[in-house]
């Protein structure tokens, strides 16, 4: 579940946000690039068969409804700036935007956090010091200081939140990566500025609760997977956002399940499923259903995790399945 985990974060669950105005400018090595020829032809063949496998910007239409859909790298990334000049035009044509959580919404959650730890932490029974035994412990601990963490709070981080941090390449989360507000909040903000309603597309509370489904055992051998691995997690991250640029949404869904698969361990296909299923497939089916029931027809822009696009579970493929019709919109800002 290790790469699942880092995708969550970078393209999937854009529900934790950490403020700030920072960049992260990392370079690492793309590892599709690097792939044996016959494996990234296979990989590349995945992908392309997944409708609506590549692109960031779409339209779906019916009727007197019109729906922009962008799909967004929740962290800042080096054309941050660039996109949010581009998507501007689109937010102030629009009636209303949707994102996966509304900036006011995120600062509702972010109160709650601060009053109920429990989203996050464990507040009763036995921390991960005691969870994961003292050699494990000791690696994950220095790991998370890698990555701004310090131990108290590392110790206190349900499994499956602590796995997640991991994601976070050391390089970004050193270089502001954390810190920084992406491309979701930018387009909160600018729509607050134009007076215009922002809208959440799910409560925050329950699908961060839906991570507590995954059973303790595997949200602790996630967390020993990452430690046993020898590559590099900025590499990663790199390979992430570079595909991400380049609107390659299935093929990094697909790498991610290839990788997952291959050094997860003996459940791990078991283990990816579960997650696409809590991070993808169930609020994707809830977001079509949003989408499809608004009574209110006009023109609509969503800002959701480019995950969320492509696939027969993608959120476009199920509005084309509403009677939307779909179109790819040039952007390359």
């Known amino acids: ?14 529900l934790i946000a950490f403020g700030a105005n920072a960049q992260s400018r990392c370079d690492g090595t793309d590892q599709i690039a690097i792939l044996p020829e016959a494996e990234r032809a296979a990989l590349k063949t995945l992908a392309d068969a997944q409708p609506f496998s590549e ?33 501007k035009p689109l937010i102030a044509e629009v009636d209303r935007v949707f994102l996966e959580v509304s900036n006011d919404d995120q600062k509702a959650l972010e109160r709650k956090m601060a009053t109920d730890p429990s989203i996050l932490f464990i507040t009763q029974g036995p921390t991960l010091p005691d969870l994961l ?8 601990s220095g790991e998370m200081a890698k990555r701004g963490f310090p131990s108290f709070m590392t110790a206190k981080f ?10 976070i390449g050391p390089c970004e989360a050193q270089s502001g990566a954390m810190t920084a507000e992406g491309i979701d909040k930018r387009i909160g903000s600018y729509t607050a500025e134009l007076g215009k309603p922002s809208h959440s597309l799910e409560d925050a509370t329950k699908v961060l609760s839906l991570l507590d489904d995954i059973p303790l055992d595997k949200q ?26 380049a609107g390659q949404t299935a093929l990094i869904w697909e790498y991610s399940r290839k990788i ?17 299923r809590l991070l ?54």
């Open 133 to 140: 035994g003292e050699d494990d412990w000791n690696a994950l």
């Open 1 to 14: 579940m290790r790469i699942i985990l880092a995708l969550s974060l970078y393209l999937t669950c854009g």
């Open 280 to 333: 993808l497939t169930t609020r994707n089916q809830a977001w079509a259903e949003l989408l499809d029931a608004d009574d209110a027809p006009g023109n609509i822009l969503v800002a959701a995790g480019a995950a969320h696009l492509p696939g027969d579970i993608g959120i476009l493929k199920l509005l084309e399945n509403r009677g939307f019709q779909i179109t790819r919109l040039p952007f390359d800002p």
């Open 220 to 245: 602790l051998d996630a967390i020993r997977l990452f430690l046993e691995w020898d590559g590099d997690p900025d590499d990663i991250a790199y390979t992430l956002r570079e595909r991400y640029l």
């Open 55 to 87: 692109g960031l910007l779409w339209r779906a239409t019916r009727g007197e409804t019109q729906i922009t859909l962008f799909g967004t790298y929740h962290f800042a990334h080096q054309r941050t700036d660039a996109h949010l000049t581009a998507l």
């Open 158 to 167: 349900k499994p499956i939140w602590a796995s997640m941090m991991l994601g």
């Open 260 to 276: 997952s698969i291959e050094d997860g361990g003996p459940t791990a296909a078991e283990d990816f499923a579960l997650f696409e």
